[in-house]
T-cell receptor
Framework: GQNIDQPTEMTATEGAIVQINCTYQTSGFNGLFWYQQHAGEAPTFLSYNVLDGLEEKGRFSSFLSRSKGYSYLLLKELQMKDSASYLCAGLVAAGNKLTFGGGTRVLVKP | GAVVSQHPSRVICKSGTSVKIECRSLDFQATTMFWYRQFPKQSLMLMATSNEGSKATYEQGVEKDKFLINHASLTLSTLTVTSAHPEDSSFYIC??????????????FGPGTRLTVL
């Protein structure tokens, strides 16, 4: 199979940093996406890693290690509006499909 | 950026009726559209992949005769939930992509359709 695992929930304080880990089976994926989803809304694109290393975009950074089947999303200077679910998704090489992890609900507290 | 719309945003129907959901790519031609279903507090589950002008490819466990998908043009795909039952109540989300997209196969998501079957 091509399971993608991420923690169910995380809580952090406004202004702090939170790291959301995502692990997956190494075969069959051609890149790793991170999406943000607020309740009742569609996912919005945050990042895409296809090569090993860290990609930084403002307060959000994403890391990928293909050999370890591991990725993380780093959220810095947390704001209340960052309270949402964060979805890790692998791009399946065959069929160009996305396989989503269960999502991590992040709650930012004052 | 690439914009995808869905219609309707919410629909309530009686058990046994059929519901059609439209997914449109507004400013690009989508070679491929995907249909997902999301139950409360769960992640997105891919139902089917739809390529323009060909039959949809359904994921394991998804009934193709119950969830009819039509992708008649490069900007429109429709999902019809036939003989809907309460267990079909869910959030249905489409996404669209095209080969050679800027973000290497990025999918652009529609805003979703909340289906409630009474």
């Amino acid at each position: 199979g091509q399971n993608i695992d991420q923690p169910t929930e995380m809580t952090a304080t406004e202004g702090a940093i939170v790291q959301i880990n995502c692990t997956y089976q190494t075969s069959g994926f051609n890149g790793l996406f991170w999406y943000q989803q607020h309740a009742g809304e569609a996912p919005t694109f945050l990042s895409y890693n296809v090569l090993d290393g860290l990609e930084e975009k403002g307060r959000f950074s994403s890391f990928l290690s293909r050999s370890k089947g591991y990725s993380y999303l780093l959220l810095k200077e947390l704001q209340m509006k960052d309270s949402a679910s964060y979805l890790c998704a692998g791009l399946v090489a065959a069929g160009n499909k996305l396989t989503f992890g269960g999502g991590t609900r992040v709650l930012v507290k004052p | 950026g690439a914009v995808v719309s869905q219609h309707p945003s919410r629909v309530i129907c009686k058990s046994g009726t059929s519901v059609k959901i439209e997914c449109r790519s507004l400013d690009f031609q989508a070679t491929t559209m995907f249909w997902y279903r999301q139950f409360p507090k769960q992640s997105l589950m891919l139902m089917a992949t739809s390529n323009e002008g060909s039959k949809a490819t359904y994921e394991q466990g998804v009934e193709k005769d119950k969830f009819l998908i039509n992708h008649a043009s490069l900007t429109l795909s429709t999902l019809t939930v036939t003989s809907a039952h309460p267990e079909d109540s869910s959030f249905y989300i489409c996404s669209a992509s095209w080969w050679g997209g800027a973000a290497s196969n990025e999918q652009f998501f529609g805003p979703g359709t909340r289906l409630t079957v009474l």
